[in-house]
């Protein structure tokens, strides 16, 4: 079965970096794009943007350039979110989740918890 | 603000029927029969639901149904049970970034 198991919370000063995984398993990685989804504390999902997994190329939505990297490593169907320069509104959980030819998200990972704090 | 508008919260009794709407413009919803719905119960990831505007995936119970007019499209969630007060979001794709967007999710009481 698809599965997509995300890594662990993680707690950064501003100014940090931080690298989220996202380790695909149950089907052919190359087969689906993966998307990025945030949702800050008691709010709303936000379409972050996803990334071609056969081409590697990324494509962000507004508000999410600059900062936000995504990555792959197709050898081990993993993907990867990195931000840059946190800043406490950063503060959310984010997940990653396959992007269905018709733009559904049919399968999310459990989501991980980014907390900026100083 | 989010691109899609959908009502902050709806209610109904176990058993009732609701409908949950998403308006968008010609350019997303109105404009592709991409819209999808997601269920999400509190401090868990969300649950694609319905996809192409009336699709359910395999699993899903045949009580969740979409359809769309114009530029507005909805979920309706017939014999609601206790298991379905959650928060749901519409997403659809649009063709001003070429990417999705979600409307702004709509929480769903079971009185």
């Known amino acids: 079965q698809v599965q997509l198991v995300q890594s662990g919370s993680e707690l950064k000063k501003p100014g940090a970096s931080v690298i989220l995984s996202c380790k695909a398993s149950?089907?052919?990685?190359?087969?689906?794009?993966m998307s990025w989804v945030r949702q800050a504390p008691g709010q709303g999902l936000e379409w972050m943007g996803w990334?071609?997994?056969?081409?590697?190329?990324?494509e962000y939505a507004q508000g999410f350039t600059g900062r936000f990297v995504f990555s792959l490593d197709t050898a081990v169907s993993t993907a990867y979110l990195q931000i840059s320069t946190l800043k406490p509104e950063d503060s959310a959980v984010y997940y990653c989740?396959?992007?269905?030819?018709?733009?559904?998200?049919?399968?999310w990972g459990q989501g991980t918890l980014v907390t900026v704090s100083s | 603000q989010s691109a899609l508008t959908q009502p902050a919260s709806v209610s109904g009794s176990p058993g009732q029927s609701i409908t949950i709407s998403c308006t968008g413009t010609?350019?997303?919803?109105?404009?592709?029969?991409?819209v999808s719905w997601y269920q999400q119960h509190l401090g868990k990831a969300p649950k694609l639901m319905i996809y192409?505007?009336?699709i359910r995936p395999s699993g899903v119970s045949d009580r969740f149904s979409g359809s769309k007019s114009a530029n507005t499209a909805s979920l309706t969630i017939s014999g609601l049970q206790p298991e379905d007060e959650a928060d749901y979001y519409c997403?659809?794709?649009?063709?001003?970034?070429?990417?999705?967007?979600f409307g702004g999710g709509t929480k769903l009481t079971v009185l």
């Open positions: 989740a396959t992007l269905g030819f018709t733009y559904g998200l049919d399968y």
């Open positions: 149950g089907y052919t990685f190359t087969d689906y794009a």
């Open positions: 990334i071609n997994t056969k081409a590697g190329n990324p």
């Open positions: 010609s350019s997303d919803v109105g404009g592709y029969n991409y």
């Open positions: 192409e505007v009336r």
């Open positions: 997403s659809s794709f649009t063709s001003i970034t070429s990417l999705g967007v």
